[in-house]
C-alpha cells in the first residue's frame, strides 16, 4: 500500500499528493495493526477485527490505487485481490481469525458504545 501511495504522486497534482498521502497512512496504519494494536483501534475502527471488514477495508484502498499507471494497477489490483480473500475467508468456519484480528478489549466492541 505504501508503495502504491507513493506511485500516486506522479505527476504531482494537488488530487494525486492527497490520494498518495490517504494511502501511504492507511498502509503505515495497517502495518502498525499487524505488530501493534492500540486500544483506541478497537473502539473506534472493530471492523478491522473481522475478516469481512478488513477485507472492504483492503478492496477500498485498491479502488483508491487503480489508475492509468502500470505500477498503480498492480498495486490496486494486488491489494484489492487480498481484500476479496479476506472476505471469502469470513465465509469458511474452520478459519480463525489470527491473534492480531481479535479484540484487544473486548468490553468496547460496538454493542457497548
Do not use: K
Amino acid at each position: 500500500m505504501v508503495l502504491g501511495g507513493i506511485s500516486q504522486f506522479f505527476p504531482i497534482t494537488f488530487q494525486s499528493v492527497v490520494i498518495g498521502v490517504y494511502v501511504i497512512l492507511f498502509g503505515l496504519a495497517t502495518a502498525l495493526l499487524e505488530f501493534q494494536i492500540p486500544p483506541q483501534v478497537s473502539r473506534y475502527a472493530s471492523f478491522l477485527f473481522s475478516f469481512i471488514g478488513r477485507g472492504i477495508f483492503y478492496v477500498f484502498i485498491g479502488s483508491i490505487l487503480l489508475h492509468d499507471h502500470t505500477l498503480r494497477i498492480i498495486a490496486g489490483s494486488i491489494v484489492g485481490i487480498i481484500g476479496l480473500v479476506y472476505c471469502v475467508l469470513e465465509f469458511i468456519p474452520s478459519i480463525e481469525p489470527p491473534a492480531n484480528m481479535r479484540e484487544a478489549d473486548a468490553g468496547w466492541g460496538a454493542e457497548q458504545v
